[in-house]
């Protein structure tokens, strides 16, 4: 029986499965980005911390005060 290289054949199967099932870590599509605005408001309307804002919402603390400076710009402008 000829010797097996465990080694290559374990890391295609991995590879492999990873490339077939991995969603995109950052998705910045109009649709993605409205989505995560909408879940800081509601998060933020809730009462919720800028930290677990951001840890709900998928995004950076950054990001949340972002979002909300420029909602806070657009109301009073």
Do not use: W
Not at 12 to 41: G, I, T, Y
Not at 42 to 51: I, N, W
């Amino acid at each position: 029986m000829a010797p097996v290289d465990t080694e290559h054949s374990e890391t295609s199967a991995v590879e492999n499965s990873l490339s077939v099932s991995m969603v995109p870590a950052h998705d910045s599509s109009p649709n993605a980005m409205r989505h995560k605005e909408q879940s800081v408001f509601r998060l933020k309307a809730e009462g919720k911390s800028m930290d677990c804002i951001a840890q709900e919402a998928g995004v950076s603390r950054s990001t949340v005060t972002r979002i909300l400076r420029y909602v806070e710009r657009a109301s009073a402008g």
